[in-house]
T-cell receptor, first 112, second 111 residues
Framework: DVKVTQSSRYLVKRTGEKVFLECVQD?????MFWYRQDPGLGLRLIYF???????EKGDIPEGYSVSREKKERFSLILESASTNQTSMYLC???????????FGSGTRLTVV | TQLLEQSPQFLSIQEGENLTVYCNSS?????LQWYRQEPGEGPVLLVT?????EVKKLKRLTFQFGDARKDSSLHITAAQTGDTGLYLC???????????FGSGTKLNVKP
């Protein structure tokens, strides 16, 4: 069964901490994405990557960075966590063109 | 402001009833996808529609893409408790790698 695996289901971090969210896919997809999901706002794109070492900003990149050193792994980094980054974070991968996303189960991050 | 507006936001119905949820935009999309998300899980793709006026059926679910490719609907016939979840639409432009999501319709089907 093809999978996108996110390393943590739940995380609690303190304000100002550097936070790493890890995502691994086993489908050899070129494209990987990080979204955050908040009630009433839907899924908002933070960053995406269409190849190793390539990245593009999404709609809300401020306060985040990403790393894609290997095709199967895409990491989201919160440089200095803040309470407004408390959210559900979803990683996804996708083939090119008009195929659907395969999502991970999500990481619920709470920043206190 | 959401690029894609979904309605209703919440829907609670009895098992066996029919329902329709909507996804509307002022923008034209090259394709539109529907996902279902269950609590604690990521969204799962249900269907992709690409042609204006296209209708696709998935068992009791019927998806339609508007003629102008700005809107879509999802109709469920004889809803079951297993249909409970958050239904999300996502529209893609010429860059198929980037889709915009609506905020979803939360459906609760009561036994």
């Amino acid at each position: 069964d093809v999978k996108v695996t996110q390393s943590s289901r739940y995380l609690v971090k303190r304000t100002g901490e550097k936070v790493f969210l890890e995502c691994v896919q086993d489908m050899d997809h070129e494209n990987m994405f990080w979204y955050r999901q908040d009630p009433g706002l839907g899924l908002r794109l933070i960053y995406f990557s269409y190849d190793v070492k390539m990245k593009e900003k999404g709609d809300i990149p401020e306060g985040y960075s990403v790393s894609r050193e290997k095709k199967e792994r895409f990491s989201l980094i919160l440089e200095s966590a803040s309470t407004n980054q408390t959210s559900m974070y979803l990683c996804a991968s996708k083939e090119a063109d008009n195929y659907g996303y395969t999502f991970g189960s999500g990481t619920r991050l709470t920043v206190v | 402001t959401q690029l894609l507006e979904q309605s209703p936001q919440f829907l609670s119905i009895q098992e066996g009833e029919n329902l329709t949820v909507y996804c509307n935009s002022s923008s034209v999309f090259s394709s539109l996808q529907w996902y279902r998300q269950e609590p604690g899980e990521g969204p799962v793709l249900l269907v992709t529609v690409v042609t204006g006026g296209e209708v696709k059926k998935l068992k009791r679910l019927t998806f339609q893409f508007g003629d102008a490719r700005k809107d879509s609907s999802l109709h469920i016939t004889a809803a079951q408790t297993g249909d409970t979840g958050l239904y999300l639409c996502a529209g893609g432009g010429h860059n198929f790698n980037k889709f915009y999501f609506g905020s979803g319709t939360k459906l609760n089907v009561k036994p």
